[in-house]
């Protein structure tokens, strides 16, 4: 399996990023040179095997919880948004999205 | 004031209690050696002199109300990957470059002054990975991380700055968050001490996620006394802000250190199981290179020690451990590329300048914001969970952790704790593998099984190699064991003196 430059820019638009020809270059060589080592894993028989998400179930003490769907924190509405790139009223400002 | 910046966290915390120094006295000398340190340990505006000495006269007057709480009073610096108030929070990304916190992580409230934290005073923030994603601590937006024992040698990562400001007894305590290895590997390296605990044990509120089904916070001091100690206040459950955290009550980790080993196990002696693949000098199935010698061989002499004190030696089997590398790499990706989702100009951190449209804004202000080995993990994200692929990689990853941690299960019917190395070489030199990030990857190949499957881990230093740099060996608990692990730790070190050993230069 080797990933080609279409299949570099396709993820990246999936991720939302942008790169430019020479990092989608490097990039395409470095995750290539990764799955060189994921391809030991389709030897192994996994049928039968329950994928396993997350430890907790595994030390069969608990499941994961939910907890109760009540508002547990104060409004901070002002803190929350001091480091917010832009603000007005309250509101997160982005660009027009609706002409 | 030599040996001030030796003793370790238990001493000074004895010092505090019989008044023989106080806790603005104690931040003051710290926060000072914090802020000349040559290592870049610290981030540079990763200190607020006004919290810490706000912080350090609430403690005095703790303690002269007679408040003994055993940390009351000392100095701790945080991991900049834990979010805090009255500090700045990075992750070590420019992405989050200024971002100012509006609450503190659970664990930074558990170890603090106030809302019945164990009252540790809060030095600064220390340097990382960015979002706790690397290995040699390279990755950080901010500045390299030097390691005490060789300046021109990494200190390990994601915890580097951790590491390194412990080793050099610039603090006597940091806290650190372990993913793959993160604590134990940067111990390794600077030769600390430094415990993973439990998967859910320590609550991720606050804490920057990285890949949320691994990351746990843990400590790093130079005693496995002093991580029990730490421990001990880090970890309660927070049912309501994490829903992993474990639902068990607070644990004394101190409560079994002086177990002498002939009576620590299950059924009497305890038994430490050496991984067959991990102590034949290579990790025979895998494509990880050879175990460095002198590794090999300190680590073969910590378990003689062990077994001297009364410990026994069983050979175990971890048939799937070598498949580590692959399946950390896809679940971790996995998780941050869904975690990073997050950082997309619009609620905090930075934005791009004049971007013409909103996906625009979204893309480069994620190109800029993030490093290079960030964008990597998100894009095998982004590529394993994507349709056509996720039988392939995502799932089968998650199928052979199940497998991976069933190994231990096995094992665990054998043995109480395991041992074995935390890395295959010490240190390497700034620069060697900056631009092969499979390489960094390759030296995980220890501490991986162990993240996957959710089980305490911990480093203690065993010896230096020929070239003066610390060794450290691993000890892998059963899950809830933390204090087992701490046990035969701190049996180790009062038998002999590697953790007891500084870096030339080091006053």
Redesign the interface.
């Given at each position: 399996m080797s990933?080609n430059p279409q299949?570099?820019q396709r993820?990246?638009n999936?991720?939302?990023?942008?790169?430019d020809e020479s990092?989608s270059k490097r990039?395409r060589e470095?995750?290539n040179?990764?799955f060189?080592?994921?391809t030991?894993?389709?030897d192994?028989n996994?049928e039968g095997?329950?994928?396993?998400?997350?430890?907790?179930d595994?030390?069969q003490?608990?499941t994961?919880?939910?907890?109760d769907d009540v508002a547990?924190e104060p409004n901070?509405r002002e803190?929350?948004?001091?480091?917010?790139?832009?603000v007005e009223r309250g509101l997160?400002l982005?660009?027009?999205?609706i002409e | 004031m030599d040996e001030l910046n030796r003793s370790g966290v238990a001493e000074l915390a004895q010092q505090l209690r019989n008044k023989k120094i106080s806790a603005v006295e104690l931040s003051q000398h710290f926060l000072k050696r914090a802020q000349a340190d040559q290592h870049g340990s610290f981030l540079q505006n990763g200190f607020n002199e006004e919290a810490t000495f706000r912080q350090a006269r609430e403690a005095d007057a703790l303690i002269a109300k007679g408040d003994a709480s055993p940390l009351l009073g000392v100095p701790i610096a945080h991991k900049d990957i834990f979010v805090t108030q009255d500090f700045v929070t990075t992750a070590g990304s420019q992405m989050l470059n200024?971002?100012?916190s509006?609450f503190d992580a659970t664990v930074v409230r558990n170890l603090g002054v106030g809302h019945g934290g164990a009252g540790m005073v809060t030095i600064g923030k220390l340097n990382c990975d960015e979002f706790a994603m690397g290995s040699s601590n390279e990755n950080s937006a901010y500045s390299v991380v030097k390691n005490p024992w060789d300046a021109s040698r990494i200190p390990g990562g994601s915890s580097g700055g951790s590491a390194a400001a412990v080793a050099a007894c610039v603090v006597p305590a940091a806290t650190g968050t372990d993913t793959g290895g993160s604590i134990r590997q940067p111990a390794s390296f600077c030769g600390i001490t430094g415990i993973k605990p439990?998967?859910?044990r320590a609550s991720r509120y606050g804490m920057i996620s990285y890949a949320s089904?691994l990351d746990q916070a843990g400590p790093m001091a130079r005693s496995a006394q002093d991580c029990a100690l730490l421990l001990s206040s880090m970890c309660a459950p927070d049912?309501?802000r994490d829903?992993?955290s474990?639902?068990?009550a607070r644990e004394d980790f101190s409560k079994n250190l002086m177990t002498p080993l002939k009576s620590a196990g299950k059924n009497g002696a305890l038994k430490i199981g050496v991984p067959h693949e991990w102590s034949m000098g290579t990790t025979a199935r895998g494509?990880a290179k050879q175990i460095d010698e002198s590794i090999s061989l300190n680590i073969s002499n910590a378990l003689k020690q062990l077994q001297q004190s009364g410990a026994q030696l069983v050979e175990i089997d971890l048939p799937?451990a070598h498949?580590a590398?692959?399946?950390y790499?896809?679940i971790a990706s996995a998780e941050a590329?869904s975690n990073l989702?997050r950082f997309?100009?619009?609620?905090?951190?930075?934005?791009t300048s004049s971007?013409?449209?909103?996906?625009?804004?979204?893309?480069?202000t994620?190109?800029e914001g993030f490093g290079d080995e960030v964008?990597?993990r998100?894009?095998?994200?982004?590529?394993v969970l994507?349709h056509g692929y996720y039988d392939?990689?995502y799932?089968?990853?998650?199928?052979?952790?199940?497998?991976i941690?069933k190994d231990f299960?096995a094992a665990f019917q054998a043995c109480d704790v395991i041992a074995g190395p935390v890395a295959p070489t010490v240190a390497w030199k700034l620069g060697d593998k900056a631009d092969d990030?499979?390489a960094n990857?390759?030296a995980d190949i220890f501490t991986l099984p162990a993240s996957?499957?959710?089980?305490p881990g911990m480093s203690i230093p065993v010896g230096l190699d020929g070239a003066n740099m610390p060794i450290g060996m691993q000890l892998i608990g059963n899950?809830?064991y933390e204090s087992l692990l701490l046990n035969v730790a701190h049996q180790f070190q009062t038998i002999t003196s590697h953790h007891t050993l500084k870096a030339g230069g080091v006053v």
């Open positions: 990933l299949d570099i993820i990246a999936l991720a939302r990023l942008s790169l990092q990039m470095q995750i040179g990764f060189d080592l994921v030991q894993m389709q192994i996994t095997i329950e994928p396993m998400s997350h430890p907790v595994l030390m003490l608990q994961l919880r939910l907890r547990s901070h803190t929350n948004q001091r480091s917010a790139p832009a997160f982005v660009p027009k999205v | 200024g971002y100012q509006p439990t998967y859910g089904s049912l309501d829903s992993t474990l639902d068990i494509k799937h498949l590398i692959p399946v790499y896809i590329s989702s997309d100009g619009v609620k905090f951190g930075h934005r971007p013409v449209d909103l996906i625009d804004m979204y893309k480069k994620r190109t964008l990597r998100i894009m095998i994200g982004a590529y994507s392939a990689y799932l089968k990853a998650q199928k052979i952790r199940r497998l941690a299960e990030p499979v990857y390759l996957l499957a959710g089980l899950y809830l």
